[in-house]
Structures are given as C-alpha cells and as structure tokens.
C-alpha cells in the first residue's frame, strides 16, 4: 500500500523544516531507504520563473535547504537542476534564493543546458523524449515540489515538478503538439515514470491558490508532503486543496494507469491527518477540464466553453513575454498591428488554451477567464 508522510511545519525557520522533513523521513524508513551512499543524486526544485520566496512561484530555499542536507548526510552525491520556462536556470536560482543555498553547501549545478535524447518503450503515450543532460548523469533524483494551482491542468505538485527537466522552449513544443489536458497529462506520467524519482517532497508551508503556477496568491496550508509515489502524494494534496482528486487530470490517469495509488482511503496516511490542514475555501479552478476542438462545428462550439486567457491592460508592461512564450505558428497571441507599444491581443480561433502565456507572464497581468456561455451551462445544469 502506498505511504505518504504528512506532517505539520508551520514556517520556514530552518531547524523547524529540518525537524518537519526528518520527521516525515522517519516515518517512511529514513533518506537511506531511497538513497545510498555514493550515488549521484539529483535535486530538482521548482524553479518556474524568477521570484522572490515569499510570492511561492518556486520551492522555498529553507525546503530545498533542508532536503540537501539530509541527502548529504546520507553521502549522496549531490547536483540540482531545473528549467524555468523563460529565464536562465542561474537567474530563477538566484532570484529564488536556491542559488545561495546550494553554494553554502557546495552543490553545483548540473547540466540543464544540453539536452539528450531517450527512449522509453515502457510509455503508454510517449516512448521518446529529450530530456536535460543533467537528469541522465545522476543515478536518482529527489523531487522538491511547490504545492500550486495550474491553469492548464489545475495542479502542479508530484508529478508535474518532472516536466522542468525538459530543456527550456521544448516545453512549448508538447503544448503545441498535445493541446488536450488528458493526453497532456499522460505524457507528464510518462515522463514521470521514466525519470522516477526516488522520493517527492511537496512545499506546502506555503502554497499558491488562485491564478498560479505564477500569478497566484500565497496562502499558508502549514503542511509538507513526502512519499515515494507520486500520485498519492498529490491526492493528498487534492485533500488538502479541497479539490475532487477526479478533476485533476494527472491523477485521475495517474490511478487509471497504475502510475500510483489516487483513492486517499487506499492510502496509508503517516503523521499528522490531513484534516488539520485542508482548506475548504482554498481558491482553485473546480469545474471539469474540456477538451479543446480546433475543427468544425463542434470545435467552435467547444471552444466557447472553455477558459481563455485575458490580460489586463493596466498590469501589462508590454514586454512581450507571452509572445515569444506563445507555441502557436502564426501566434496565437501578438502585437496589434505589429505595434509593441500596444497591450498584446489574441487570435481565440487558434489559441490552443495551453496557458504558456498566463504561466510566465512577470507582471501577472493574464488570467483565466471562464466564458459566459460556460457560466450559463453550469447555472443550469446545477437547477
């Protein structure tokens, strides 16, 4: 039966999160039962887009502080790595405070800049990837997960942390190729699988809820989540979130294919009940993912249901950001009239709803906006 660690932190004071996380170790055998002296282990935090700690865009440096030191104590060889969506891993881990910590304890930074190619016939959707060098070179990876929303696929956590080791503007390209949130999220499991961590950590002493996974608000939730399978950590997170574990796409499939355990009562829960920490009112997206038709009837239809992007011209910088993050060829989003004074504005009709605009935009200027037709449907399928 799956084991996930629950256990209570209530800041970011460093001996209290190096307690919290030994304590949840503890109760899963210890670092030594994932880990062996000698190995080279990969730490990989969130590391999405270049924020301060307290805005939870990224893993929290006293988290990833905390995880180094109880693997280095385990005589693990020691890297990390991610990559952020835009910016340069070095700027993101600076910025993050990451950086710093990891310095203090002589872990360098493992290669994210070359890129190398794998094959993985066990895949059930995805058998080819091209993933960072610096993933193949260690002998495991421990995963430091932020505990956010998402726009595209509600929540990003376990399994989803994975998708940072494919190298930069490639992410654009599984968007661009995979625009459905099912089949989306069955590649994510597919990478998962094949990097298979061998623990995940999830930073919820502070989460984001709202618009994330970078536009969010910070809310505190006093909580880290450890456990070897990934799907049932995140269902704990969906516990915690308030959300149906169903809606999350990741581990709805994440149970149906057997990556994890995804029914919290099948789920041997260790250390403090989720209870004490599940927020009723925690603001996440809640309604059923729609697929999204391109063609024909039903593909205009549809895509009336579904979310779309918005960016509010008085936050708008006009950096261009969401351009160049836009996968779509013409984009799907552009300049008005190829004025780059002018606030960015979107062609809907071949907007593919990947949210990469949303998700990296610095001013949190784009938010998700649900169709008034969709409003409609849900008022009166809920009479």
């Known amino acids: 039966m799956s084991r996930v660690a629950v256990v209570r932190c209530d800041d970011y004071n460093d001996v209290n999160v190096l307690q919290a996380i030994e304590r949840a170790l503890g109760l899963l055998g210890g670092m030594k039962t994932f880990i062996k002296a000698g190995e080279k282990i990969l730490l990989k935090p969130n590391l999405l887009a270049p924020a301060l700690p307290e805005k939870c865009v990224t893993t929290h440096p006293a988290v990833f502080k905390a995880a180094a030191k109880i693997a280095k104590s385990a005589k693990a060889e020691l890297s990390y790595g991610d990559?952020?969506?835009?910016?340069?891993?070095?700027?993101?881990?600076?910025?993050?405070?990451?950086?710093?910590?990891?310095?203090?304890?002589?872990?360098p930074a493992a290669d994210f800049a070359n890129s190398v190619k794998v094959n993985y016939q066990d895949?059930?959707?995805?058998?080819?990837?091209?993933?960072?060098?610096?993933?193949?070179?260690?002998?495991?990876?421990?995963?430091?997960?932020?505990?956010?929303?998402?726009?595209?696929?509600?929540?990003t956590g376990a399994v989803k942390n994975q998708f940072g080791c494919i190298p930069g503007m490639l992410k654009g390209e599984f968007h661009l190729k995979i625009p459905d949130a099912d089949n989306f999220a069955r590649m994510l499991l597919d990478l998962n699988a094949f990097i298979n961590p061998r623990l995940y950590i999830i930073d919820g002493i502070m989460a984001m809820e709202g618009n994330g996974p970078n536009g969010g608000d910070p809310v505190k939730l006093g909580v880290?989540?450890?456990?070897?399978?990934?799907?049932?950590?995140?269902?704990?997170?969906?516990?915690?979130?308030?959300?149906?574990?169903?809606?999350?796409?990741?581990?709805?499939?994440?149970?149906?294919?057997?990556?994890?355990?995804?029914?919290?009562?099948?789920?041997?829960?260790?250390g403090d009940h989720p209870d004490l920490f599940t927020r009723a009112s925690f603001k996440i997206n809640r309604t059923p993912i729609k697929s999204l038709k391109t063609k024909g009837v039903m593909g205009f239809v549809g895509n009336k249901l579904i979310?779309?992007?918005?960016?509010?011209?008085?936050?708008?910088?006009?950096?261009?950001?969401?351009?160049?993050?836009?996968?779509?060829?013409?984009?799907?989003?552009?300049?008005p009239n190829g004025n780059t004074k002018g606030i960015p504005i979107y062609d809907y009709k071949i907007c593919i709803r990947c949210c990469c605009c949303q998700e990296v935009c610095p001013?949190?200027?784009?938010?998700?906006?649900e169709p008034l037709a969709r409003k409609v449907l849900s008022g009166i399928s809920r009479k």
Not at 307 to 331: A, D, E, S
């Open 83 to 107: 990559s952020p969506a835009f910016n340069p891993m070095e700027t993101v881990a600076k910025k993050s405070g990451i950086y710093d910590e990891a310095a203090a304890l002589s872990i």
């Open 123 to 155: 895949g059930k959707q995805n058998k080819l990837f091209t993933i960072a060098k610096g993933v193949t070179d260690c002998d495991g990876l421990i995963s430091i997960c932020k505990l956010k929303t998402h726009g595209f696929v509600k929540y």
């Open 224 to 270: 880290l989540i450890v456990s070897d399978d990934p799907i049932a950590a995140d269902t704990v997170a969906c516990y915690i979130m308030n959300i149906d574990p169903s809606l999350v796409p990741t581990v709805r499939l994440g149970g149906e294919l057997g990556y994890g355990e995804s029914d919290i009562k099948n789920i041997t829960l260790l």
């Open 307 to 335: 979310q779309k992007p918005v960016i509010n011209g008085n936050l708008c910088t006009k950096c261009g950001t969401c351009i160049k993050m836009c996968p779509v060829h013409p984009k799907a989003v552009s300049w």
């Open 363 to 369: 001013e949190r200027a784009i938010t998700l906006k």
